[in-house]
């Protein structure tokens, strides 16, 4: 089983459409998790942190269920810069090693 | 924010011959760097941590004398793919922990095809 799993999409979804990505980690140790955005042919950016009270910044939301060991994003009001593939990476607290998804390649359409 | 500089960008070489990829943290100290690998359509695989001052530490499965890595100060870490083959090709990216508010910074990574 893969540490990190994400649905790898793609997701093609309109413009001004919700779209929500899932994922899920196996190590119920892991503490730290994140959303990264990587562009095609480009190194992977930092989107936003996941924290267990959910976060939200502009369009974005993020929630962590440790529970369920399930992260997940929400982007509302899709814009055609949106699309990307979203990584979810989860930090290993005692290594400081990031583990990433696979991604999951969302395209917005006009 | 932090930034990470990775040069080169991109580089074509030869069956058999050695390219180093550098890494800098430009403004900020970086004792701990992060050498990845991505292949097409595949995820980011951790391929080592290099450590300032001390020996890397390698994933499983990454050959420790082909990849050869130097964190020899607290800004600088370089990759060395020694004999490179064809399927060594692939994107390199280095990440850096600046301890902020940034999560771990990426460089722009390098693409290096072997022909």
């Known amino acids: 089983r893969k540490e990190v799993e994400q649905d790898p999409g793609p997701f093609n979804v309109p413009e001004g459409a919700t779209v929500a990505f899932n994922c899920t980690y196996s190590n119920s140790a892991s503490q730290s998790f994140f959303w990264y955005r990587q562009d095609c042919r480009k190194e992977p950016k930092l989107l936003m942190s996941?924290?267990?009270s959910g976060n939200e910044d502009g369009r974005f939301t993020a929630q962590l269920n440790r529970a369920s060991q399930y992260i997940s994003l929400l982007i509302r009001d899709s814009k055609l810069s949106d699309s990307a593939t979203y990584l979810c990476?989860?930090?290993?607290?005692?290594?400081?090693?990031?583990?990433f998804g696979s991604g999951t390649r969302l395209l917005v359409r006009p | 924010g932090a930034v990470v500089s990775q040069h080169p960008s991109w580089v074509i070489c030869k069956s058999g011959t050695s390219v180093k990829i550098e890494c800098r943290s430009l403004?900020?100290?970086?004792?701990?760097m992060f050498w990845y690998r991505q292949f097409p359509k595949q995820s980011l695989m951790l391929m080592a941590t290099s450590n300032e001052g001390s020996k890397a530490t390698y994933e499983q499965g990454v050959e420790k004398d082909k990849f050869l890595i130097n964190h020899a100060s607290l800004t600088l870490s370089t990759l060395t793919v020694t004999s490179a083959h064809p399927e060594d090709s692939s994107f390199y990216i280095c990440?850096?922990?600046?301890?902020?508010?940034?999560?771990?910074?990426f460089g722009s990574g390098t693409r290096l095809t072997v022909v």
């Open positions: 990476v989860v930090l290993m607290d005692s290594s400081y090693k990031l583990i």
């Open positions: 996941v924290y267990s």
């Open positions: 990440s850096a922990d600046d301890r902020g508010d940034y999560g771990y910074t």
């Open positions: 403004d900020f100290q970086a004792t701990t």
